[in-house]
């Protein structure tokens, strides 16, 4: 049972390279949602996915892109990479309770940029 | 718009005493409140979840959460605290009306001292 998994968990960019984390769940789940984490921050929305072909933006969204073409992947995008996007990113799937349903996060992936 | 605010950056407590970890929320309409946690260098975990009915919810690992509406808090308890509690904690509310959106507290950090 795999369940969330992310790729890749680690990376170091340097500014303005680009690159994409890919989330991948295999529960079926509709609502996908990207975090990023940082200190004394807490755990902030990024995107968020409630369906296939769906996107929407969270809390911080600016220098994101996110694609959900898939039902079971979401990919979250870094155009042009900078020094305040360095984070631990965590992608996570909701239960089919929707709403009310709680979240499945995968390990985390580690960016670095430099 | 929707806010979970957690007092504390960290708890300390001896083992075998009760802990608790606070959590207060401001929203509109109903909250679902949820409790995670998360171990070091892992993706976060459920622990439980208010939705509706008793106010009192019981979760994983002995812990429970007890629901205050007129003070708007969800406060996380446990009655003897364990070293392998130690931790970093978060609440998280959504509500009805916002589609999805899980918004998460800057955490708490529980040390459990032997």
């Known amino acids: 049972n795999a369940g969330v998994t992310q790729t890749p968990k680690f990376r170091v960019l340097k500014t303005g390279q680009s690159m994409t984390l890919l989330c991948a769940q295999d529960?079926?789940?509709?609502?996908m949602y990207w975090y990023r984490q940082d200190p004394g921050m807490g755990l902030r929305l990024i995107h968020y996915?409630?369906?296939?072909?769906?996107?929407a933006k969270g809390e911080v969204p600016d220098g994101y892109n996110v694609s959900r073409l898939k039902k079971q992947n979401f990919l979250l995008g870094l155009e042009s990479a900078a020094p305040s996007q360095t984070s631990v990113y965590f992608c996570?799937?909701?239960?089919?309770?929707?709403?009310?349903?709680?979240?499945?996060f995968g390990e985390g992936s580690r960016l670095t940029v430099l | 718009a929707q806010s979970v605010a957690q007092p504390e950056d960290q708890v300390n407590v001896a083992e075998g005493n009760p802990l608790t970890v606070k959590c207060t929320y401001s929203?509109?309409?109903?909250?679902?409140l949820f409790w995670y946690v998360q171990y070091p260098n892992r993706g976060l975990q459920f622990l439980l979840k208010?939705?509706?009915?008793?106010?009192l919810v019981k979760g994983s690992y002995g812990f429970e959460a007890e629901f205050n509406k007129s003070q708007t808090s969800f406060h996380l308890k446990k009655p003897s605290a364990l070293v392998s509690d130690s931790a970093l904690y978060f609440c998280?509310?959504?509500?009805?009306?916002?589609?999805?959106?899980?918004?998460f507290g800057q955490g708490t950090t529980l040390q459990v001292k032997p």
């Open positions: 996570a799937s909701r239960t089919t309770g929707g709403i009310t349903g709680e979240l499945f």
């Open positions: 529960m079926n789940h509709e609502y």
């Open positions: 996915s409630v369906g296939e072909g769906t996107t």
């Open positions: 929203v509109s309409g109903n909250p679902y």
């Open positions: 208010y939705i509706t009915g008793d106010n």
């Open positions: 998280a509310v959504s509500t009805s009306s916002n589609t999805g959106k899980l918004i």
